[in-house]
């Protein structure tokens, strides 16, 4: 068994952990980064980043990452809808809201992960994959053993950062536990060889009992989406499911009934999930141990901002740990309440966007035409989509009254 000392142990190399692990490490701090897959692999996962989420990617020092993994810069949001003929459909530029750093990042999940662990080895960090078999002893001094490829191994730390996610392997050592909700369900599929589908504009919509995303990637790829209700969650199981998702993007509210899309191939395996949002029962701060990114906490996937916070918080974090010694508990306060306010107005946002665009029937069909029909006499309506650009905080908080709430889905007609 070997026993080692370092400054901070990273327990997860997703965008989250394995940003932090860059920013430590450049910033003079002996780190080890934890992993427990072999390689990184195509999973269905965060493939979009707001642009409040690439400031936090710069911040960090990390952004080139995306530009080597391929990221493509979305330009125009294109939102579909059945109660709206395609040819009346606008393009939002979303290059206006933040313009220092122009739209949205599109890129695969995967290639990210693979080259922040190589900055993080190229900044000093010492990157373990296949790492099995965690544990953490929380305290002054964390002690952390795993199981490497090559035996068992002790490393007395400074600090545990937990960033592995829904797995949460880290917080349940420290007795965190989450409440749950699920809203309803989805899945996702890469595809290559997309036809006419313009390689910076992404689009959103709704027809029938589907909820569709299309986030084109480099090289005629693109991430498909659908939501769908709990009651059809077989609809894409068995053989043949990849297909049939493809297929069911033959909608009347797309262009040429979608075609652009039906052409398409499947470029990897389809993931089906229900979409689950988790909010933490105590504080995600111990002695030694702070979680970031999902693993404290995450909202309905529905939104596509997991990564942008997961970037902030290893931002916020790594900036306590390079500011000084303390890093007793007491000084992650200021993070803690800022991810609390941060995290309640995702969720919320989350909701009205769930409710809006992946909610079925005739009646969300009705809400949407009402909604549609305020939204093109008041911007102020759409304020909670800004949720997707620009960071919480600067989202204006009437968005967030129940006044605007009752005003969006009982006055809108
Ligand atoms: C289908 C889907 C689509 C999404 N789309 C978007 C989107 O477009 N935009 C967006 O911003 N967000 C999106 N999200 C959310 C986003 O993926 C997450 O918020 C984000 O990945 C969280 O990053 P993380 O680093 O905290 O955790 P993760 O990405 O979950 O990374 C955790 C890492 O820890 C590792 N790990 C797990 N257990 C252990 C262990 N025991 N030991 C060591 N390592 C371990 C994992 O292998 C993984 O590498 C989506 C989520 C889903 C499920």
Same mark, same amino acid.
């Given at each position: 068994? /070997?026993?080692?000392?370092?400054?901070?142990?990273?327990?997860? /190399?997703?965008?989250? +952990?394995?940003?932090?692990?860059?920013?430590?490490?450049?910033?003079?701090?002996?780190?080890?980064?934890?992993?427990?897959?072999?390689? *990184?692999?195509?999973?269905?996962?965060?493939?979009?980043? @707001?642009?409040?989420?690439?400031?936090?990617?710069?911040?960090? +020092?990390?952004?080139?990452?995306?530009?080597?993994?391929?990221?493509?810069?979305?330009?125009?949001?294109?939102?579909?809808?059945?109660?709206?003929?395609?040819?009346?459909?606008?393009?939002?530029?979303?290059?206006?809201?933040?313009?220092?750093?122009?739209?949205?990042?599109?890129?695969?999940?995967?290639?990210?992960?693979?080259?922040?662990?190589?900055?993080?080895?190229?900044?000093?960090?010492? =990157?373990?994959?296949?790492?099995?078999?965690?544990?953490?002893?929380?305290?002054?001094?964390?002690?952390?053993?795993?199981?490497?490829?090559?035996?068992?191994?002790?490393?007395?730390?400074?600090?545990?950062?937990?960033?592995?996610?829904?797995?949460?392997?880290?917080?349940?050592?420290?007795?965190?536990?989450?409440?749950?909700?699920?809203?309803?369900?989805? +899945?996702?599929?890469?595809?290559?060889?997309?036809? $006419?589908?313009?390689?910076?504009?992404?689009?959103?919509?709704?027809?029938?009992?589907?909820?569709?995303?299309?986030?084109?990637?480099?090289?005629?790829?693109?991430?498909?989406?659908?939501?769908?209700?709990?009651?059809?969650?077989?609809?894409?199981?068995?053989?043949?499911?990849?297909?049939?998702?493809?297929?069911?993007?033959?909608?009347?509210?797309?262009?040429?009934?979608?075609?652009?899309?039906?052409?398409?191939?499947?470029?990897?395996?389809?993931?089906?999930?229900?979409?689950? &949002?988790?909010?933490?029962?105590?504080?995600?701060?111990?002695?030694?141990?702070?979680?970031?990114?999902?693993?404290?906490?995450?909202?309905? /996937?529905?939104?596509?901002?997991?990564?942008?916070?997961?970037?902030?918080?290893?931002?916020?974090?790594?900036? =306590?740990?390079?500011?000084?010694? $303390?890093?007793?508990?007491?000084? #992650? @306060?200021?993070?803690?309440?800022?991810?609390? *306010?941060?995290?309640?107005?995702?969720?919320?946002?989350?909701?009205?966007?769930?409710?809006?665009?992946? &909610? #079925?029937?005739?009646?969300?069909?009705?809400?949407?035409?009402?909604?549609?029909?305020?939204?093109?006499?008041? *911007?102020?309506?759409?304020?909670?989509?800004?949720?997707?650009?620009?960071?919480?905080?600067?989202?204006?908080?009437?968005?967030?009254?129940? *006044?605007?709430?009752?005003?969006? #889905?009982?006055? /809108?007609?």
């Amino acid at each position: 068994m /070997s026993i080692g000392h370092t400054d901070v142990v990273v327990v997860g /190399s997703g965008i989250g +952990g394995a940003a932090a692990a860059c920013r430590l490490a450049a910033g003079g701090l002996s780190v080890v980064l934890l992993e427990k897959q072999r390689a *990184f692999t195509d999973l269905a996962r965060g493939e979009w980043l @707001a642009p409040w989420g690439i400031q936090e990617a710069q911040r960090l +020092g990390v952004l080139d990452c995306f530009a080597v993994a391929g990221a493509c810069e979305m330009r125009h949001w294109v939102t579909w809808d059945e109660a709206v003929p395609p040819e009346e459909v606008e393009s939002v530029d979303m290059t206006r809201f933040l313009p220092s750093v122009g739209g949205p990042l599109s890129f695969p999940h995967h290639r990210v992960c693979e080259i922040l662990a190589e900055q993080a080895a190229a900044s000093g960090a010492r =990157v373990v994959m296949e790492a099995a078999k965690i544990t953490i002893a929380p305290g002054m001094e964390p002690v952390v053993t795993y199981q490497g490829f090559d035996g068992p191994h002790t490393i007395k730390a400074r600090m545990v950062l937990g960033a592995t996610g829904r797995a949460c392997k880290v917080g349940r050592q420290i007795g965190v536990t989450m409440t749950t909700a699920t809203h309803e369900w989805g +899945g996702a599929l890469k595809v290559e060889g997309m036809g $006419d589908w313009p390689a910076d504009t992404q689009a959103l919509g709704t027809e029938g009992d589907v909820m569709f995303m299309v986030f084109p990637q480099e090289a005629g790829r693109a991430r498909l989406y659908m939501n769908f209700p709990t009651t059809n969650q077989d609809r894409y199981r068995g053989p043949g499911g990849p297909e049939r998702f493809i297929a069911d993007y033959e909608l009347e509210c797309l262009p040429d009934r979608g075609k652009a899309v039906t052409v398409a191939r499947p470029a990897g395996p389809l993931a089906i999930w229900p979409r689950l &949002s988790s909010v933490p029962d105590r504080p995600t701060v111990a002695e030694g141990v702070v979680l970031i990114g999902d693993e404290a906490g995450r909202t309905d /996937s529905v939104l596509g901002t997991g990564l942008s916070c997961a970037l902030r918080d290893a931002r916020m974090v790594s900036e =306590v740990l390079l500011a000084g010694d $303390d890093w007793r508990p007491e000084v #992650f @306060a200021p993070f803690l309440e800022e991810r609390t *306010f941060r995290m309640r107005r995702l969720h919320y946002g989350a909701s009205i966007i769930a409710r809006l665009h992946a &909610s #079925f029937g005739h009646e969300a069909l009705e809400r949407r035409r009402r909604v549609n029909r305020l939204a093109a006499r008041h *911007f102020g309506a759409q304020v909670t989509g800004l949720l997707n650009l620009v960071a919480p905080e600067d989202v204006p908080d009437f968005g967030f009254s129940e *006044f605007f709430a009752e005003r969006l #889905f009982r006055e /809108s007609a």
